[in-house]
């Protein structure tokens, strides 16, 4: 597999930047050919996308754009040859696309309308934005013009304020790209200071997040929330690791949290493990009170104040079961409940298991979030029992059980979701590219995001929905292979023993 930590050639280097600045333009270029332009209805078909105005013009820019970009940022997985390179890489592949229309998701628009109705003094938590009478419905994606928020009152505070401020749709969409790009810019402000409390090169985990086609195509051109929430959520967990057992340090991380679960909910499962990161000393049960005590009041209290001050209340925390609406095969848990159905529809049946098959993967998430939580517990006692050894060393090592918890509770979330939208495979991206040390364990979070990056077409077609039956079928078979090979590890692991 090659020598991770070895420098990269600058011949190389410079190649990876300037073929993925070419897939950055030739995906811009799609975008405005063919893209989720607010004057281009949302098409339901791929024959629709081929034969509009510029059809296959556009999906060519996208094919190749998007092998160009991805091909580059896998190829320097390893990590950049400096964080500077890397920053000012990303950076240069981000600029074309800044002046893309929204590309690969029609989200912003929802969003958009979301805000509008705040405005007009409905809740967007009770009502859908056609309800409403949104006078940009039309450039929603069908799905969702009946479906009331799934986001938290600071990102529909945002969203109105956008509304307000921009003068109509393009000034609204111009604004929420700039929330987005400061939530993208806060992010990067955090990675090297979370790299180093971890002992990771700052470099691969600067290169690993920012570079990501999925951050620039989603977060930057797509102007998604979840760029504002992981900055936030980044944020709060800089604080806390970088200022352990300081009494300022546990409220400005309380209310970053609190604001991350106010845009996006999907940062909540961060909390147990920045109580973790709270404690500055011994991790017993006293100190887990008192120290992650004062923080989830921190955090809880900024949730209600916001709620309150928008007048919005809690009605949002309801408008989160309307996100899983759409059923699409990259979901496992939704995958296998398609397999289900087709085993049953054969057998002369109507099993309609994808709801089930979905309860039982939330069942599953509770479980594996209880188990990960309890797991670093147990090895933060098992370190303040050995002893502290060097003070740094051990400062590191209590940082990176708690980031690495956190990171893999994210990612069993986007795993065991009823839903998943390409975009948030950047969630457990952010933060295991900060913890995970061998280099050659990157792949394992790397490869999805590359699979992730070609799911979505410059309009925000979703190729999963035209590819339900190969791709269910292919998912719940490496369900399958991965629970078979988990139970093989683990009953050589008891033989061991």
């Not at 190649?15 to 897939?23: I, N, S």
């Not at 929420?176 to 409390?197: D, E, F, H, M, Y």
């Not at 470099?203 to 051109?221: E, F, I, K, T, Y």
Request: hydrophobic residues 55%; aromatic residues 8%.
């Amino acid at each position: 597999m090659g020598e991770p930590d070895a420098p990269v050639r600058p011949v190389a280097a410079d190649l990876a930047r300037y073929a993925g600045l070419a897939g950055a333009a030739l995906l811009t270029a799609a975008g405005w050919l063919g893209g989720a332009r607010p004057d281009a209805p949302p098409r339901t078909t791929l024959a629709g996308l081929w034969q509009a105005p510029h059809g296959p013009v556009t999906l060519g820019c996208w094919l190749v754009g998007t092998v160009l970009l991805v091909g580059a940022w896998w190829s320097l997985r390893w990590g950049a040859p400096s964080s500077r390179w890397a920053y000012l890489t990303a950076g240069l592949w981000a600029l074309p696309l800044l002046a893309a229309p929204p590309l690969g998701s029609r989200d912003v628009y929802s969003y958009v309308c979301q805000g509008w109705t705040w405005t007009e003094g409905a809740s967007p938590y009770r009502v859908g934005v056609a309800a409403a009478g949104c006078p940009w419905t039309d450039s929603v994606s069908p799905i969702w013009r009946d479906t009331p928020a799934p986001y938290g009152p600071f990102f529909v505070l945002l969203a109105g304020l956008a509304v307000l401020a921009g003068g109509g749709l393009v000034g609204a969409i111009v604004l929420l790209r700039v929330v987005a790009v400061a939530g993208v810019l806060l992010v990067a402000s955090c990675l090297p200071g979370l790299a180093r409390a971890a002992g990771v090169p700052a470099r691969r985990a600067v290169w690993l997040v920012l570079a990501c086609p999925l951050v620039g195509v989603h977060l930057v051109a797509g102007a998604h929330n979840d760029a504002l929430a992981l900055g936030l959520m980044l944020a709060g967990l800089l604080v806390l690791v970088g200022r352990p057992g300081r009494l300022r340090a546990l409220p400005v991380a309380g209310v970053l949290l609190g604001l991350a679960v106010a845009v996006k909910a999907t940062a909540v499962v961060v909390l147990p493990f920045a109580a973790l990161a709270a404690v500055p000393g011994r991790h017993t049960w006293r100190a887990l009170v008192r120290d992650g005590g004062r923080l989830a009041a921190v955090v809880l209290g900024t949730l209600l104040v916001v709620s309150l001050a928008t007048g919005l209340g809690v009605g949002w925390v309801a408008g989160l079961g309307h996100s899983a609406d759409s059923q699409q095969w990259t979901s496992p848990p939704t995958a296998v409940g398609f397999v289900v159905d087709y085993v049953g529809g054969l057998a002369g049946r109507h099993p309609h298991a994808v709801p089930v098959t979905r309860a039982v993967g939330l069942v599953l998430l509770v479980g594996v979030l209880v188990a990960l939580w309890w797991r670093a517990w147990t090895a933060l006692r098992r370190r303040d029992d050995a002893g502290p050894g060097t003070a740094r060393p051990a400062e590191t090592a209590r940082i990176r059980v708690a980031l690495l918890g956190a990171g893999l509770a994210l990612a069993a979330t986007v795993l065991l979701a009823p839903v998943f939208h390409p975009w948030y495979a950047i969630w457990p991206l952010a933060l295991l590219a900060v913890v995970v040390t061998p280099p050659a364990r990157t792949v394992w979070f790397v490869a999805p995001c590359v699979v992730a990056s070609v799911l979505t077409l410059p309009d925000g077609t979703n190729l999963a929905r035209f590819t339900k039956a190969p791709g269910a079928v292919l998912m719940t078979a490496l369900v399958v292979t991965v629970l078979v090979a988990g139970v093989r590890a683990g009953l050589r692991r008891r033989k061991v023993a």
